[in-house]
Nanobody
Framework: VQLQASGGGLVQAGGSLRLSCQFSGFNLDRNAIGWFRQAPGKEHEGISCISSSGSSTYYTDSVKGRFTISRDNAKSTVYLQMNSLKPEDTAVYYC????????????????????WGQGTQVTVSS
């Protein structure tokens, strides 16, 4: 299983970024895929996940209305569009998957998904 995240960077508060996660292996097109993040000194948290078909999505409260997750299985890619970014969104963002979870909210609420990408840094300046 490979999860290759990209798209992070430095942006001012109020700006936007789009993260991409290219996935491969273990029939991941049939499983939920999501994004976790870890800020300095904090535990990682599941912020947004999407079901295999894309019909079901989950967002943690702190990103609802600002972030949008989508997937294109033909391109084996999951996207996270992040708008109205805040300094508190600064973190390393990881693309995650776990064949044990097909439902988006279960993946995002799992304590530690089985597969993690390499992470991409998002820094939001005030």
């Amino acid at each position: 299983v490979q999860l290759q995240a990209s798209g992070g960077g430095l942006v001012q508060a109020g700006g936007s970024l789009r993260l991409s996660c290219q996935f491969s292996g273990f029939n991941l097109d049939r499983n939920a895929i999501g994004w976790f993040r870890q800020a300095p000194g904090k535990e990682h948290e599941g912020i947004s996940c999407i079901s295999s078909s894309g019909s079901s999505t989950y967002y943690t409260d702190s990103v609802k209305g600002r972030f949008t997750i989508s997937r294109d299985n033909a391109k084996s890619t999951v996207y996270l569009q992040m708008n109205s970014l805040k300094p508190e969104d600064t973190a390393v963002y990881y693309c995650v998957a776990d064949p044990g979870y097909s439902l988006s909210h279960l993946l995002c609420r799992s304590p530690y998904p089985n597969f993690w990408g390499q992470g991409t840094q998002v820094t939001v300046s005030s």
